[in-house]
């Protein structure tokens, strides 16, 4: 069995930074490409965020120069450091991996969400 869990969401000012984590655990094998989507009220689900396992990532355009996103391999941890924060931000944050567990092979995962919401 293998569980994404997130933190670090809540409620922030605009121009403010949070920093999400999402640590992977159960029985891993390997874990592959990590990344952070998220979903605003009555809007899709949208890719935030990727790093692979080397260490390539890939940004959406919106948040390009403000997001970082990076990964302990060692701790099966992805991080999203998120700067200058906008309303238009607000959103839950999901984080997903592919990881290959001792049971199966590479599947993709989901983690349950967090809330971010920006606002004065």
């Known amino acids: 069995q293998v569980q994404l869990v997130e933190s670090g969401g809540g409620l922030v000012q605009p121009g403010g930074s949070l920093r999400l984590s999402c640590a992977a655990s159960g029985s891993i094998g390997s874990t592959y490409t990590m990344g952070w989507h998220r979903q605003a009220p009555g809007k899709q689900r949208e890719l935030v965020a990727t790093i692979t396992s080397g260490g390539s990532t890939n940004y959406a355009d919106s948040v390009k120069g403000r997001f970082t996103i990076s990964r302990d391999n060692a701790k099966n941890t992805v991080y999203l450091q998120m700067n200058s924060l906008k309303p238009e931000d607000t959103a839950v944050y999901y984080c997903?991996?592919?990881?290959?567990?001792?049971?199966?092979?590479?599947?993709?995962?989901w983690g349950q969400g967090t809330q971010v919401t920006v606002s004065s």
């Open positions: 997903n991996a592919d990881i290959r567990s001792f049971t199966f092979s590479v599947r993709n995962y």
